[in-house]
């Protein structure tokens, strides 16, 4: 059964940092190349960054220089360290397979950029 666990959000000032945590579990996870996603109040979806199975990784420019994507096959985790956060940033953050998403998706975990 595919299951997105997303982790870690919370209420930050802008300049801060945050650490997203995603526990998936789909099939051969090891092969898969994943993505974290976001979506603000009002706007669509769209892809924050992303992470092949060797660890190249793709980022929005918007957060290129402040966020960076790893992951951990072992444990079937992937990891969004976010800093320099913005306002800007605030959304719920999702992670799911990329670039084709499955129809699954988690319940997200909401991050908050306010002063």
């Known amino acids: 059964q595919v299951q997105f666990v997303e982790s870690g959000g919370g209420l930050v000032q802008p300049g801060g940092s945050l650490r997203l945590s995603c526990a998936a579990s789909?099939?051969?996870?090891?092969?898969?190349?994943m993505g974290w996603y976001r979506q603000a109040l009002g706007k669509q979806r769209e892809l924050v960054a992303g992470?092949?199975?060797?660890?190249?990784?793709t980022y929005a420019d918007s957060v290129k220089g402040r966020f960076t994507i790893t992951r951990d096959n072992a444990k079937n985790t992937v990891t969004l360290q976010m800093s320099s956060l913005k306002t800007e940033d605030t959304a719920v953050y999702y992670c799911?397979?990329?670039?084709?998403?499955?129809?699954?998706w988690g319940q997200g975990t909401q991050v908050t950029v306010s002063s």
């Open positions: 992470i092949t199975p060797i660890g190249v990784t």
């Open positions: 789909v099939t051969l996870f090891r092969i898969q190349t």
């Open positions: 799911n397979q990329y670039p084709n998403p499955l129809a699954y």
